[in-house]
């Protein structure tokens, strides 16, 4: 091998291992312009939804719960829907590592049981809402 082709290998090798790095810290980065509000309304209007973590913490790699708040967009209380809760993390492509579940609590509160996020991040927190007004969703941001 001539000496002119081991530098334009070891110049590919290179390139490779920079492009590899840029990838992998943009995947680590969240958006600047992130949303991470804790209240907004559903995709389609139908409710309000707010979501706040029991005990105002989040811990990594520890189960915890959340409180969902669903109201209509006038401020009543939504009771009785079924809640769907999914999640993960966009930049990684994967899902949440647990299956949450939620109870009803009453007064438009549901509590989701079983959330752990198992490294450090953008998450998401995604909420299929079915009640009395129809069905819609909304996805909270996280940033841990």
Do not use: C
Not at 72 to 101: F, R
Not at 110 to 118: E, K, Q, S, T
């Amino acid at each position: 091998m001539t000496s002119r082709n081991r530098l334009l290998i070891g110049a590919a090798v290179v390139a490779v291992l920079v492009a590899i790095v840029l990838a992998v810290q943009s995947m680590m980065t969240p958006p600047s312009d992130l949303d991470l509000a804790r209240s907004k309304a559903t995709a389609g209007g139908l409710y309000v939804a707010a979501i706040e973590p029991d005990g105002g913490t989040v811990v990594q790699n520890e189960l915890h719960a959340w409180t969902l708040t669903v109201t209509t967009p006038a401020g009543e209380a939504v009771t009785g829907a079924t809640i769907g809760v999914d999640g993960g993390m966009p930049q990684h492509g994967h899902g949440l590592p647990t299956a949450p579940a939620a109870t009803e609590l009453g007064g438009g509160r549901y509590r989701i049981d079983g959330v752990r996020f198992n490294m450090s991040g953008w998450w998401e927190l995604k909420f299929s809402i079915s009640a009395a007004q129809g069905k819609d969703d909304v996805v909270f941001n996280l940033s841990l």
